[in-house]
């Protein structure tokens, strides 16, 4: 499968996926790396994995449908067949979305639908949430919308700052986002009525409680 990323910032994600799709038996290639920011840092770690990669500046154009028309453009020009995205901030409008429906997927640090949008680590603290995570969903035209493919699971510390939280989080992106790319690659992901059906995996089937149930310093408490 064709793969397009779309970035706007530090690129770890790319990192993750481009390692990923560097394996023998990988059934994804990176064929385009697009940046809309040209001092995305992202933009050394696609020339460090050997990605073809350009700049879309979105300031260079004078209104967002022009930077969509050249970014559909250049994406099916690469021959494209997924696109996903990876810090991409631009909130792509109805008509690039419908053009690439089920074409497109984002990674989100949340576990979503909660905590849409921009600072969901401070948000789940806030919130007192005892597990946040990470979520893989297809793309619709509402922000942080959309069949969820993957998601991940990471409980919130006592003592948690926003940083730490989001340390741990972009750990988990590193091995949700690849996973997730390699299924639909695969063939194994299916949408029927816009619910994710997957093939040929396995699900995990523990309960996790937090606090832990940790017995042995019961007697301590008393
Ligand atoms: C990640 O936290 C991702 O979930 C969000 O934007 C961040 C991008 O980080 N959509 P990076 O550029 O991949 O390092």
Not at 109 to 117: E, I, N, T, V, Y
Not at 131 to 137: D, E, K, P
Request: proline share 5%.
């Amino acid at each position: 499968m064709r793969v397009a990323i779309l970035i706007s910032g530090r690129g770890s994600n790319l990192r993750s996926l481009a390692r990923a799709c560097a394996a023998a038996d990988s059934p994804a290639r990176i064929v385009l790396v697009v940046s809309n920011n040209p001092q995305a840092q992202g933009l050394d770690i696609a020339a460090q994995e050997g990605l073809e990669n350009i700049v879309l500046n979105h300031r260079d154009f004078t209104n967002k449908e022009g930077f969509e028309r050249d970014l559909d453009s250049v994406l099916t020009k690469a021959g494209a067949e997924l696109i996903c995205l990876a810090g991409f901030m631009r909130l792509l409008s109805p008509w690039f979305v419908q053009s690439w429906r089920d074409r497109i997927i984002n990674i989100h640090p949340s576990l979503l639908p909660a905590f849409k949008g921009l600072e969901t680590h401070r948000r789940a603290l806030e919130a007192g949430v005892c597990f946040t995570g990470a979520t893989v969903h297809y793309v619709r035209a509402e922000m942080d919308d959309g069949p969820i493919l993957a998601q991940a699971v990471v409980p919130v510390l006592p003592d948690d700052t926003p940083e730490h939280l989001a340390q741990r989080v972009l750990l988990a992106e590193h091995q949700l986002y690849p996973h997730t790319l390699r299924l639909i690659a695969q063939g194994k992901i299916h949408l029927s009525n816009d619910r994710v059906k997957i093939k040929g995996v396995t699900w995990p089937n523990t309960t996790v409680i937090a606090p832990a149930l940790v017995t042995t310093t019961d007697s301590d408490q008393k």
